[in-house]
């Protein structure tokens, strides 16, 4: 056949070889050949030419008694269908976009992408598509289109400008949170997608990292609230904690959220795992294990690991790292940590709560440097009464095991002191992994912690490279993570008719601590570092009648607003369920609410949440002089 394409159309209602048989039959009565259908993975391949029409091939499968889904094209010849944007207006949501799809769809076009926010449709269409048919329908549908614009292959989200020759059109490398977050973009858009791994598929966040320490930090909550609990009448008492099968429960979650939420994932996206050590030959080639691949693009999206300072003696001492503490079966009676930032506070309270004594070391002569100075004094002194010892502004001389102790000497405050301890965490950050993957054959650039050096399109020095997530040393959070996955899958890939931005403006942050510790926008001294003349207000916890009723008033809520205009710029808090707050916070900073707008919303009472309304109110007035939900 002459000047052939190959597709793909996916189909539902097919049930047995026969409903395959009737496939066939209604996609050759319209041209197609070489049909193969298969009703286990709802699809039939098939070529055709030139004169080929995709509304008559839906039209006879649906009259076959079948759901004709997606068309996609596989491989093309030199002559490539059309790619065009096409500007759209009155597309106000999710259901608009759908029924342009439809439309066009309906009209013969082969694949069609459609973005209500930016009022456009991306569409790949045939020789003999009909723009006329294609614009009533649109109209028919509600919508009224304007003009379309020819687009190069190489900028389009089809399917139709991934590379014929190539063995993937993406492959990843590494299967955290960033990288299926690329890897689910990319099959999004029929992409050919494969995912390198030489560990465990999941990442830090669900295998080492969130899931699991979030899960013990649960359990240490509820044991330190039955040994404090401060509601008279009520007895409670919590024996020692059964470390062994907590850990056992925790790993329990951990393998069927992996499953769940990874691995299962795989098989629906249609995403090839390759296992193996990832690293490049050259700027266009990557090999894992033995075999080398080559695709049309790539994201390193490997993640980081625990960062060891470089402190005397360390590496001959048996240290934890938080990965090897969250596995810890017995408790330390004495746990040193070196660091204080959330990692070090979390796992130090979480021993805590079990019963171990524990220090906190810090270089820096302030906890927690990042936040405003009344966050940081009310997060040392909850530390401190719930016994925690915390040391700021020490120098390390050295490290050394004595007996059965770890000694830690340190310089303080221009006196030598010692602290010895059973145990001895290591919370000093994190470093990207990019040792192994040869980053200077692929032409990409890095820093000097390892780090990938991107663009604010997630591109490397290497046009073929994009990175996302921990490797880039941005904000350590999964949530950014996912966020920068998804974007480097289409950048790489051209899902859409400009590069986007990466936008990290407005990013939450959350301890989980008891009480927790959140925040979202600028601190009132970053605010002010920045020449903004700015307001700001502090509110203490026990004006919040839900801290109160629950006798946990250990905590504030700050914002930071602008002088001139009210527009709230940042909030910082410390209370329990800091980390749901802080999401109604988030939007207010990103969507540029005022002073006013919180103070003039309904916020439903005895909940935490009302804290940001009351911190609001209390610019302009004494909160404790009102009565209940009278603001």
Known sequence: MNQSTKYRMRIEGMTCSDCEHHVRQALSSVGAVDVEASFKRNEAIFQADRTFSAKEAREAVIRAGYQPLDLHILAESASEPAIYTLEIQGMTCTSCEHHVIEALKTAGALDVQADFQRGLATIVVPENFSWDTARDLIIQAGYQPSKAVRKAPAASGSLTHFSSRKEYDLLIIGSGSAAFAAAIEAARA?????MAERGVIGGTCVNVGCVPSKALLRASDLHHWAQSNPVRGLHTKAEAPDLETLVEEKDGLVARLRKVKYEDLMAEYDIDLLTGEARFVDNKRVQVGERIWEAGHYVIATGSAPRIPHISGLESVDYLTSTSALSLTKRPDHL??????????????????????????????EIMPFF????RKVIRRMLEEAG????????????EAVGGEK??????QGTQRVVTGDALLVAAGRIPNTSSLNLQAAGVAWGSQGEIAVNENLGTANPYVYAAGDVTMGPQFVYVAAYEGKLAARNALGLTTAPQPLDLSVVPMVIFTQPAIASVGLTEQAARERGLKVIST?????????????RETQGLFKMVADEGSGRVLGVQIVSENAGEVIYAAQLAVKFGLTIHDLTDTLAPYLTMAEGLKLAALTFNQDVSKLSCCAG
């Open 407 to 412: 000694a830690v000497y340190l310089q303080n």
């Open 190 to 194: 029929k992409a050919r997608v494969a």
């Open 336 to 365: 040193v940590v070196i660091g204080s930032g959330y990692i070090g506070l979390e796992l130090g309270q979480l021993f805590r709560h079990w019963g171990s004594e524990v220090t906190l070391i810090q270089r820096g002569t």
């Open 372 to 375: 405003d100075s009344e966050v």
């Open 538 to 550: 502090v509110l203490p916890l026990d004006a919040v009648t839900r801290a109160v009723v629950n």
């Open 388 to 399: 925690i010892e915390v040391i700021t502004g020490a120098s390390y001389q050295h490290v």
